[in-house]
């Protein structure tokens, strides 16, 4: 019995996660646009963005010498992805009609991002690759969100 209640307060928890994770995104991000509103898509995209690059900008300032170079390149690989918006997300975004489903997903894909930067102060160089792996998957996850719902159209 305890079982089933903790399953039933774990679904309800993962149901509400969306709301808290757009609060969090706004507390993290105050002029957050939020992808329901279509004409904001492109400043959220930038605004995660630039949030994770920022962090990825501190490390690169705090271990630059203390890193490998195939870590040191992977850094600024990932740094380029901050900088520059995935155009096939981007050109989606401009023209899908997303669900309240698909946007919660994005949120929550945003939420792990805010989530994994903010960590940013924490890593040691041992321990950057693995990081930086995960923004990477992160990027990818949001990226396929989109690309899914489109390819559902």
């Not at 996660?17 to 609060?23: A, I």
């Not at 959220?44 to 949030?51: C, G, L």
Request: one cysteine or more; glycine letters at 2%.
């Amino acid at each position: 019995m305890t079982l089933f209640f903790q399953g039933r307060q774990a679904s309800r928890a993962k149901r509400e996660l969306p709301m808290d994770g757009l609060s969090f995104l706004k507390d993290r991000i105050p002029a957050y646009a939020d992808y329901g509103d279509e004409d904001a898509r492109h400043l959220v995209d930038k605004q995660v963005r630039a949030y994770v690059g920022e962090a990825l900008s501190t490390i690169r300032e705090r271990l630059s010498a203390n890193l490998a170079e195939t870590v040191s390149e992977q850094l600024e690989k990932t740094l380029l992805m901050c900088e520059f918006s995935n155009q096939q997300l981007i050109h989606i975004l401009d023209h899908a009609h997303l669900s309240n489903t698909e946007i919660e997903e994005l949120h929550e894909v945003d939420h792990e991002l805010i989530q994994t930067a903010d960590r940013a102060d924490a890593i040691e160089a041992s321990k950057l690759d693995a990081y930086l792996s995960e923004l990477t998957s992160l990027f990818a996850r949001r990226a396929q969100a989109v690309f899914w719902s489109e390819d559902r159209r």
